[in-house]
């Protein structure tokens, strides 16, 4: 046996790491009970190496042999730790604590499982035991504190991490944990004067990039590229330092962004998150090929999962974005559970994420189903945002007859949502309203933006903004209502309505569902928008006459428009898309295809960046053929902002469902191009039969798979009737309530009169009462 023992050793000296894994796995299962301590050092090497199956594995069969032995049991419990098997862990060590009741590494051990698995009460009696025996520990203290802090009980976890620290300042964890539950209970300045505290005292890499993300936190982007670009001049190679970088000015810099994601891949190849975060950024990278720049986000997914499994909610949320750019269902559908994901979505927070969610409602309990992970989320930041309340105004506003309302948007710029908000700030009636907008966007100003800052009372522009003090900005402006229109699109900052800064808040236009906030009082809907059955609204409606939109003149200039349909001169039919892949799913495109399929000679086109990409490309033909439409039937155009013209080469577009276009469905009928609709009961699969509707094209609008199939094919049989179209809606829509921008104004603006005056006088009323 010495000589195997010794075989071994010479070639783990040596460095054969393999060899001397096998020859001692070897030895142990030919002679089992060779000695508790070439166990040990066995299950310690394998768990040192990162090996902690065979850590554990060894670790246990130690343990059968040598059951007295409390370092085999501690081996094999920190290796289920490790391995996240916390109560496998926890039964491991507690046989460990019975055999050897005074090994102090198997009760701190217990103690860590304790912690992770958020047992406050069961921590604090291991580590004040700890404590009692050796007082001056530092990281028996912290300990102590993270104990405390699983238990709620935040000002000893404070107490106990500052004592930490005192006995010895170097302890980078202690500092870690210190400034963490700063941020979380009190806020990010806090957590960031206590990283310069620490820094002064121990300028390790690890508390300089905790002092990067305080500052990011406290939403002082600018301020952290400029403390990040200092700490990369002295250290240039490391790799936190380019991704936090690029995390920062990914916003306004995506080039420079890229360029630092990739080189902090370099330095740390198997880094999951810096891969993730490259995945992300290149999938929103517009500048330059933005189909080369989705190629490369996929082509850089399948590189992160060869690392490690996506499985934290932000991974999940950056897989599901990219899969639905290319079309990737089978990714999707292994990779994201409805139900599962959406759910860990709504409980960190990610509403951007449920946005996504949409386009996968099957049957009526998913409906119900969103409608519950939204108010997860929102029962969960208003319970998190009670924890710092708002400054009441220093002195009450005075009265002047006016109602004072807040637009809430990062997107008052060019872009959709303020191409749709302008008839509202062209058309207010001034004595009678004075008109605040917040924003929030990081990039320079444009000509739009500056054209509705001189149209209102007051623009604030805060590019440098934490939510706290972005809700105290809008409280301190005594607002009668606060009207947010971007929903958690990206730059915006849906949290602020948590704090309910305006005494009446309602939801408009940038997010087709509830949000999840109970203190966001209505949601602007008309009487097509409205879903059948209540309870799919969380907010109570608040109702326009006939339309929730206008396409006002910005949107939708006059444009050059064929004066026929396509199908005249080509013969054939062409049916197409302009809309957001985010809304695809499977059936949705086997329906399109088997439309296709039915009309004979017809073709699909498809209007996106992502129909640059092959993988795109070759996804959406497999459903296509699969239903017996070939490849050369499809027509792919890899545009982004020039497509209107493309609608000239469209006879027919298809919606999408159960998420419809709203932007897309407007530019289609505004360029001649009827649209066929499948309408459900949410208030997202009801967006095309508002504006079908108010055009005059409510046969359009199906009701059933069945009925969406024939009425696209009766329509493409109907050349007479789709040349009528082509050269009548621009005209129809006009006259429509959706082109009279003046009358939608009007109607905006009596509305929210008539809700704020109803909630003053339910205050006034219910004062009296008291």
């Known amino acids: 046996m010495n000589d195997r023992i010794a075989a071994a050793e010479a070639a783990f000296k040596a460095g054969r790491f393999e060899e001397g894994i096998a020859l001692t796995e070897a030895l142990l299962t030919d002679e089992p009970k060779s000695g508790n301590q070439l166990y040990r050092n066995f299950a310690s090497l394998l768990f040192r190496r990162g090996r902690y199956e065979a850590s554990a594995r060894w670790a246990q069969a130690g343990a059968d042999v040598y059951p007295r032995d409390g370092e085999l049991w ?54 004040s035991r700890l404590v009692r025996q050796a007082p001056t520990n530092p990281e028996f203290q912290r300990c102590l504190g993270r104990a405390y802090a699983n238990a709620g009980d935040l000002e000893k976890a404070e107490m106990r991490y500052r004592l930490s620290t005192r006995l010895r300042p170097d302890l980078v964890d202690a500092w870690l944990d210190l400034s963490a539950l700063q941020s979380e209970t009190k806020t990010p300045e806090a957590a960031l004067a206590t990283l310069e505290e620490a820094i002064a005292q121990n300028p390790a890499p690890r508390l300089k990039e905790a002092k990067a993300l305080a500052i990011r936190r406290a939403h002082k982007l600018r301020q952290a590229e400029a403390y990040l670009l200092t700490v990369l001049e002295s250290l240039p190679d490391e790799a936190w330092v380019h991704y936090q970088l690029g995390a920062v000015i990914t916003d306004w810099d995506r080039p420079r962004a890229n360029t630092h994601l990739r080189r902090a891949i370099e330095l740390a190849p198997d880094n999951l998150e810096y891969r993730v975060a490259l995945v992300e950024s290149l999938a929103r990278s517009r500048y330059g090929d933005e189909a080369a720049h989705i190629d490369a986000a996929y082509a850089e997914l399948k590189l992160a999962r060869e690392v490690g499994p996506l499985v934290t909610g932000p991974q999940l949320k950056v897989a599901s974005e990219v899969l639905s750019r290319v079309a990737d269902f089978d990714g999707l559908d292994t990779s994201c559970d409805f ?24 049957a009526p309990e998913d409906r119900d189903e969103l409608v519950a992970q939204h108010r997860i989320y929102g029962d969960m930041v208003q319970a998190k945002v009670d924890r710092y309340p708002l400054r009441a105004p220093a002195a009450p506003r005075q009265p002047d007859g006016k109602i004072r309302l807040g637009f809430m948007s990062s997107d008052l710029r060019n872009h959709p949502v303020a191409y749709f908000a302008l008839p509202l700030f062209e058309h207010y009636p001034p004595e009678r309203f004075d008109l605040y907008c917040y924003s929030f966007y990081q990039g320079p100003e444009d000509q739009l933006q500056k054209r509705i800052t001189n149209q209102v009372k007051a623009f604030r522009w805060s590019q440098d903004i934490s939510d706290v003090d972005a809700a105290q900005m809008i409280s301190d402006d005594q607002l009668d209502m606060l009207i947010e229109l971007g929903g958690s699109t990206h730059m915006n900052k849906l949290n602020v309505m948590a704090w309910k800064p305006a005494p009446l808040q309602a939801s408009w236009l940038g997010y087709p569902h509830s949000s999840g906030l109970s203190r966001i009082d209505h949601l602007i ?7 059948p059955r209540p309870e799919l609204m969380i907010e109570e409606p608040l109702l326009m006459p006939a339309s929730w939109i206008a396409m006002g003149e910005l949107a939708f200039p006059e444009r050059a428009m064929a004066d026929q349909p396509p199908a005249v001169a080509n013969g054939y039919v062409t049916f197409g898309t302009a809309n957001n892949p985010y809304k695809y799913s499977r059936e949705m495109v086997r329906h399109w295809a088997r439309v296709t399929a039915a009309v004979p000679n017809s073709r699909f086109m498809i209007v996106r960046p992502e129909a640059g990409t092959a993988a795109f490309r070759d996804n959406i033909s497999a459903i296509f053929e699969a239903e017996g439409v070939s490849r050369d039937r499809l027509r792919f155009e890899a545009v982004r902002g020039a497509h209107m013209p493309l609608y000239n080469e469209m006879d027919i577009s298809l919606d999408t469902f159960p998420q419809t276009g709203g932007t897309t469905t407007c530019e289609s009928l505004w360029m001649g191009v009827p649209v066929v609709t499948l309408v459900g009961q949410g208030l997202f699969e009801r967006l095309s039969l508002s504006i079908l509707a108010n055009a005059g094209l409510s046969d359009l609008c199906a009701g059933d798979l069945d009925a969406y199939l024939q009425t696209a094919v009766t329509l493409a049989g109907d050349i007479d009737r789709l040349t009528y179209l082509r050269r009548t809606l621009r005209s129809t829509l006009k006259a429509s309530r959706l082109g009279q921008t003046k009358l939608f104004a009007q109607d905006f603006y009596r509305m929210i009169d008539a809700a704020v005056t109803r909630n003053q006088g339910a205050k006034t009323k219910a004062g009296a009462a008291v």
């Not at 198997?106 to 992770?116: A, I, P």
């Open 525 to 531: 809907v008309d009487p097509y928008l409205l879903p």
């Open 339 to 362: 139900y599962e994901t959406g759910r860990l979505w709504a409980e960190q927070g990610r509403h951007t994420a449920l946005l996504s969610q949409l386009s996968r409602v099957r």
């Open 74 to 127: 501690n081996v094999l419990g920190v290796s289920l730790r490790r391995l996240d098997r916390p109560q496998e862990a926890l039964r491991a060590l507690n046989t460990g604590i019975k055999a050897q009741p005074k090994n102090e590494a198997l009760w701190q051990n217990k103690g860590n499982v304790l912690n992770d698995l958020k047992d406050g009460p069961g921590a604090i009696a291991v580590f």
